[in-house]
Nanobody
Framework: QVQVVESGGGLVQAGESLRLSCVAS????????GGWYRQAPGKEREFVAS????????YYAAFVKGRFTISRDNAKKSVYLQMNSLEPEDTATYFC?????????WGQGTQVTVSS
C-alpha cells in the first residue's frame, strides 16, 4: 500500500504564489515518476507538470507558461509544485500522482483558489 497526501493549497489573490507538497508513504522506496494534475469544477482532470527518471526530466502543460516549477526530493519521498503568478484560471483541485515502477498512486487533492 502506498499513501499519497497533498498539502499547501489555499486561497490567494491573483499574482501571488503557492507551494504544493506531496508526500508518499508506505510501500514505496523512491519516486521515479511524480506528477501534478488539476481539475476545475465541471472540467476534466488535466496534466500540469511531471518529473521522472533518475535525471529528473520535467514536462509542463502549455498553460504553465514558465510560472510553475516541479521538483522532487526522494529522501523525503516528496514532490513539490511551486506556483507563481497565479491566475483565477488556476483555480482547481490539484492532485499528485507518484510511481516507483508501473503503478501510479494518487492523493485526494488540495484545493487552490485564486481570486481576481
Amino acid at each position: 500500500q502506498v499513501q499519497v497526501v497533498e498539502s499547501g493549497g489555499g486561497l490567494v489573490q491573483a499574482g501571488e504564489s503557492l507551494r504544493l507538497s506531496c508526500v508518499a508513504s508506505g510501500s514505496i522506496d523512491s519516486i521515479n515518476f511524480g506528477g501534478w494534475y488539476r481539475q476545475a469544477p465541471g472540467k476534466e482532470r488535466e496534466f500540469v507538470a511531471s518529473i521522472s527518471g533518475s535525471a529528473g526530466i520535467v514536462y509542463y502543460a502549455a498553460f504553465v507558461k514558465g510560472r510553475f516549477t516541479i521538483s522532487r526530493d526522494n529522501a523525503k519521498k516528496s514532490v513539490y509544485l511551486q506556483m507563481n503568478s497565479l491566475e483565477p484560471e488556476d483555480t482547481a483541485t490539484y492532485f499528485c500522482a507518484v510511481a516507483e515502477r508501473g503503478t501510479h498512486y494518487w492523493g485526494q487533492g488540495t484545493q487552490v483558489t485564486v481570486s481576481s
